[in-house]
């Protein structure tokens, strides 16, 4: 009876190792899919693209706002 719980030890130890290795390979597997999603989306234009709009969305409310700035923007351009 000693030696089958002697057994179970070793087994038990070999399967906690082999649990925690498998994690630790997952977990670095994700962290690396995060780093490319973050590094994709840093590259990507659509940050920029937003801005701009939000930019131009701004300008536009800011001229409906105020006609005479408008007028004066018309004025100085033409």
Not at 5 to 12: A, D, L, N, P, Q
Not at 26 to 44: A, F, N, V
Request: glycine residues 2%.
């Amino acid at each position: 009876m000693n030696n089958q719980y002697i057994r179970r030890e070793v087994f038990c130890c070999e399967t906690c190792h082999e649990l925690k290795s498998f994690w630790e390979k997952e977990i670095s597997k994700q962290t690396c899919y995060r780093e490319l999603e973050e590094d994709r989306r840093g590259r990507s234009a659509l940050r920029k693209l937003r801005e701009e709009w939000k930019r131009r969305l701004e300008e536009r409310l800011r001229m409906l706002d105020n006609p005479e700035e408008k007028e004066k923007q018309a004025n100085t351009v033409g």
